[in-house]
C-alpha cells in the first residue's frame, strides 16, 4: 500500500515558476513509474510528466517539454515537478501517480494523491 501526498500549488502569474513535491510512503515498489498528472474541469484527465526508477528515463508531454523537468529523490521518496515559464493553459489539478508496472501505468495508475491546485493568470 502505497500513500502519495501532493505540496506546492498556488497562483501565479504567467511566465513564473512553480514546484510541486509529492512524498510518498508505504511499501514502495524495487522499480516503479511514477509521475505527474493534470486535470481541468470538462477536459480528460492528461499525463504531464513521469520517470521510470528502472532505467531513470523519463517522458514529457509535448506542451510542458523546456518548461517542466520531473526529478525523483528515491532515498527520500520525493517527486517533483519543476515548473517554468507557466502559461494559463497550465492552470488544472495536478495529481502524483505511482505505479510499478508499465501496463498499470498506461491502464491508470493504482496509486494516486488527492491534488494540488495550480492556477497561472
Known amino acids: 500500500h502505497v500513500q502519495l501526498v501532493e505540496s506546492g500549488g498556488g497562483s501565479v502569474q504567467a511566465g513564473g515558476s512553480l514546484t510541486l513535491s509529492c512524498a510518498a510512503s508505504g511499501y514502495l515498489y524495487n522499480s516503479y513509474y511514477m509521475g505527474w498528472f493534470r486535470q481541468t474541469p470538462g477536459k480528460e484527465r492528461e499525463e504531464v510528466a513521469r520517470g521510470y526508477t528502472a532505467d531513470g528515463s523519463t517522458t514529457y508531454r509535448d506542451s510542458v517539454k523546456g518548461r517542466f523537468t520531473i526529478s525523483l529523490d528515491i532515498a527520500k521518496n520525493l517527486l517533483y515537478l519543476r515548473m517554468d515559464t507557466l502559461k494559463p493553459e497550465d492552470t488544472a489539478m495536478y495529481y502524483c501517480?505511482?505505479?510499478?508496472?508499465?501496463?498499470?501505468?498506461?491502464?491508470?495508475?493504482?496509486?494516486w494523491g488527492r491534488g494540488t491546485q495550480v492556477t497561472v493568470s
Open positions: 501517480a505511482l505505479d510499478p508496472t508499465h501496463m498499470g501505468w498506461h491502464g491508470g495508475p493504482r496509486f
